[in-house]
């Protein structure tokens, strides 16, 4: 599982700090780490231990990616 800008390798707490969005992706796919009150586990861990199918994972991933992409764009045009 590859996100964009390695958010793969980063804490699911730090992820949603800076990018609540990707909270409700989550949330879409009944992953429930935006409240969890550890939030130590990185992004590409939390997708993978909840039991999706390969088909869901990678629909998180590309939904996760498009959404990145977007933001990077807005923040090029500003």
């Given at each position: 599982?590859?996100?964009?800008?390695?958010?793969?390798?980063?804490?699911?707490?730090?992820?949603?700090?800076?990018?609540?969005?990707i909270?409700?992706?989550?949330?879409?796919?009944?992953?429930?780490?935006?409240?969890?009150?550890?939030?130590?586990?990185?992004?590409?861990?939390?997708?993978?231990?909840h039991?999706?199918?390969?088909?869901?994972?990678?629909?998180?991933?590309?939904?996760?990616?498009?959404?990145?992409?977007?933001k990077?764009?807005?923040?090029?045009?500003?």
């Open positions: 599982m590859e996100f964009k800008n390695g958010l793969g390798d980063t804490a699911i707490q730090n992820v949603i700090a800076n990018y609540p969005e909270g409700d992706i989550l949330n879409r796919y009944e992953i429930g780490c935006v409240t969890c009150k550890v939030g130590i586990c990185l992004l590409k861990d939390v997708v993978s231990i039991g999706l199918s390969p088909e869901q994972e990678a629909a998180v991933e590309k939904e996760i990616n498009e959404y990145l992409t977007t990077d764009n807005d923040l090029k045009v500003a």
